[in-house]
């Protein structure tokens, strides 16, 4: 039995590396370096040779590479990189922790 609907192959196809794993890359070679490996270099651009490591992209040569780092998805990527990530994921931006919103999202009070 397989997927039914083609969206759904498409969208797993383009799945990206989330925040907290490229900042794991940032922080830890050994981390990057187990991806890169569990990549073939065949199946890659370039033959996995240029890869930037904000945006979790590989590129054909050096100059695509030196283009894409001046360009401007780079940078707010990196932007978004510097900002601190969210300690508690029920805090919602903007409302106050004590409100009955993020109690909403907290645990289920048992009677």
């Not at 498409?10 to 922080?27: E, F, S």
């Amino acid at each position: 039995m397989g997927i039914g609907n083609k969206r759904t192959i498409t969208k797993t196809r383009r799945k990206t590396r989330d925040m907290d794993q490229i900042r794991a890359d940032m922080l830890s070679s050994r981390h990057l370096e187990q991806y890169k490996e569990s990549k073939a270099a065949e199946d890659l651009p370039g033959l996995g040779r240029y890869y930037c490591i904000e945006c979790a992209r590989w590129f054909d040569d050096e100059t695509t590479l030196s283009a894409h780092l001046r360009g401007k998805p780079h940078k707010r990527r990196v932007k978004q990189l510097r900002e601190e990530p969210n300690p508690d994921p029920r805090k919602v931006p903007g409302v106050p922790l004590g409100s009955r919103a993020t109690a909403d999202m907290g645990e289920v009070a048992t009677q």
